[in-house]
């Protein structure tokens, strides 16, 4: 007789999962599209009452994972309970004191995915991750930057208690990393920058100069219709940033090749 399928193997054990075999199987079915899809909703609701037992055991880094995860697996995100929810928002403030950089932007990033786990946050719960995103500006590489900066646009209440010193923390890691973002990353930090204002008003000259630079640099990556869109995004920003008195609002313009297109 054949053997249990991936999904029937995992329907069967989840029971038994423990966080770390949680997180594991979630982030596994969210990259295997023909596993997911065969998916029952037996086996979803399983995979659901396991997130929810488990939740208080769960690491900052497997909070982030479970969540981001639940964004790419919507049959388990709609087998989640009320309760569910509510578990997971308690998981997330309790780890958000220790949460690093890249886990600080994934969290966001799924909760900016998941109406339902970020409605179920408490304002405690969203100062947290203020603080977390506060402490760990200066160790955000380029993907954690635009993650936040994304995930921030979209979710007023975590913007909403993000003190000014995590603005200007922010600002400094833009400029810190725009020379290494590629061009999806550097595409996604300037359109969420001009949904930012806070940010916008704490970026220094030589910070919107490099962003100016950037679009130069990433062109080939991005298209001429997102050359374009750029372009105008980052002249969105000077605007925004000269009528509050940032450091964007002077003559930074890219070179004479874009002039010229």
Known sequence: MPGPTVWEFV????CNMNSLGVGSTLISLGKLEAVAASLSPSGCAGLAEAVERSA??????????VLLAFSKLEAVEAAMLPSGWAVLSKAVERNARDMNAQDAATTLTGLRN??????AVAPSGW?????????TTCEMNPRNVSGTLDALSNLEAAAAVVPRDGWVGMAGAVERTTRGMNPYDFFGSLNSLNRLEAVTAEMSPSGCAGLAEAVERNASG???????TALYALGQLKAVSAARGGG???QHEPSTYFQNA
């Open 56 to 65: 208080g055991e769960t690491n900052p880094r497997g909070i982030a994972n």
């Open 127 to 135: 100062v947290g991750l203020a603080q977390a995103v506060e402490r």
């Open 222 to 228: 991005m298209g001429p219709r997102r050359v374009l």
């Open 248 to 250: 964007c609002g002077g």
């Open 11 to 14: 329907e069967r054990e989840c």
């Open 114 to 119: 998941l109406i339902a786990a970020a409605a």
